[in-house]
């Protein structure tokens, strides 16, 4: 019953999305346009700086996820769908993992545009080991899409959203960051070191577990009126 | 207000006048030197930071399973003084540090850690002047993911590799540093009690006064 509702939600939300594309083209734009920036800001003498390339992917993932964020739930929002999803027969839990799973699946086809734009601009090995990259940026992407599903949710109804939701989003997600960009920056380096690869991929792991546990527990009490 | 404030305000005032005399007695660190007595400020604090996160916490997890708006209020309180203590921890630290590692900050572990804290109750205090109807119960959510990072700050030191003195070194104290120190950590505690008290009674007053609109609204 749960994966079923799971199922539904996420199909419904791909369904919606495949119709009109609006928040994948924007939030693509969105972050090209940021590492475009970053290439201008940082790119001098036609060199990049050295190991700039794991920060400026995980800055237009965090700042792209965001802009993803506040869309899914406005769109719900303008259409009044977020009632009626509520009201549905079915466990909170299940409807809020199926929105998650939205989300990771928007941010993952995100990335695999960004990581090979990100290489070619920066000069940077990011393709050399593709199955380490993937293990990050996905635990990466769930851990930020986890608390961002919960508090785009529960900031629905809340005034101000638009700048509420990076307010409390980026403090609480930092750590996520942070052992993202430190893991794809080990993977960077010409003598990879796997242990270390290795605490960081853990300590994602374990941010993921804590922040998936929190958000499931109180996603009922928080959408409840 | 309850009839134990006034006198635990007047001790908690004359324990605030004791304390430098105390600390000015303490004998000089041998490396550090005078700098060494902002731990007696620093480390306080930082206890008093840390548990008020873990009060912010757990009234939220109280308020989010009950309902009652009592809970709401301690969380609110308690989440000003996070940022109240955070600042006092994040401001004597850098001094400290500025003499014993020469330099005003640096990205350890722990210092992230502290500052991140600080921030996600500075984006409470924004959530819940902004956010209008529902912020409550949002920031419940927010305290409580707050909480989580509470252990993680204190562990911090002692799983990794950082330039941060670990929590090993307060039960090693001689008398002479520690008699300061505990004198300092009870007078932060009940100045922590007091305004919480104070704070959280300042709020229920705001809920008196909006009951008594909504009465002679009707």
């Known amino acids: ?225 | 207000m309850q009839k134990w404030f006034t006198p635990a305000a007047v001790v908690c005032g004359l324990m605030l006048a004791v304390a430098p005399l105390l600390i000015a007695q303490a004998p000089y660190e041998s490396t550090m030197g005078l700098v060494q007595k902002i731990f007696y400020v620093h480390l306080p604090s930082a206890w008093v930071f840390l548990l008020s996160a873990i009060v912010c916490g757990v009234a939220s997890i109280r308020y989010l399973s009950g309902g009652n708006p009592r809970h709401d209020r301690t969380a609110w309180a308690a989440a000003e003084l996070v940022v109240l203590f955070g600042a006092i921890t994040l401001i004597t630290g850098p001094l400290w540090a500025r003499k014993a590692w020469g330099v005003w900050w640096l990205w350890d572990v722990r210092l992230t850690s502290s500052l991140m804290g600080w921030m996600v109750a500075i984006a409470y205090m924004l959530l819940r002047k902004y956010g209008g109807p529902g912020s409550d119960k949002l920031g419940a959510g927010l305290a409580l993911f707050g909480m989580a990072n509470v252990p993680f700050i204190y562990i911090s030191v002692n799983y990794w590799r950082t330039i941060h003195p670990t929590t090993n070194v307060v039960p090693t104290l001689p008398t002479s540093f520690g008699l300061p120190l505990w004198f300092s950590a009870v007078t932060f505690l009940l100045m922590f009690v007091l305004l919480l008290r104070l704070r959280v009674g300042l709020e229920e007053q705001r809920a008196r006064l909006d009951a008594l609109y909504l009465v002679t609204d009707e």
């Open chain 1, 1 to 225: 019953m749960f994966a079923r509702i799971v199922w539904l939600v996420l199909r419904k939300d791909f369904t919606v999305e495949v119709r009109s594309l609006e928040i994948a083209y924007t939030m693509l734009f969105f972050a090209v346009s940021c590492v475009l920036i970053f290439a201008f800001a940082l790119v001098q003498e036609g060199r990049a700086p050295e190991g700039g390339a794991a920060g400026i992917l995980w800055i237009a993932i965090a700042f792209a996820g965001t802009l993803a964020l506040g869309r899914t739930f406005e769109r719900e929002r303008q259409s009044e769908t977020l009632r009626a999803l509520l009201l549905a027969p079915a466990a909170r839990p299940a409807i809020y993992v199926g929105k998650l799973l939205g989300i990771v699946a928007l941010l993952i086809g995100a990335e695999m545009i960004l990581v090979p734009l990100v290489a070619l601009l920066f000069q940077a090995p990011l393709l050399a080991r593709p199955g380490w990259l993937a293990i990050i940026l996905v635990l990466g992407t769930l851990g930020f899409a986890a608390v961002g599903t919960l508090f785009a949710a529960m900031l629905v109804r809340a005034r101000s959203r638009d700048v509420l939701l990076p307010v409390l989003l980026y403090p609480i997600t930092v750590p996520v960051i942070i052992a993202g960009v430190r893991a794809t920056a080990a993977l960077l380096q010409p003598e990879v070191d796997a242990s270390i690869i290795g605490f960081w991929i853990a300590l994602l792991a374990c941010f993921d577990v804590v922040f998936v546990t929190l958000a499931l527990w109180t996603f009922e009490p928080l959408m409840t009126d």
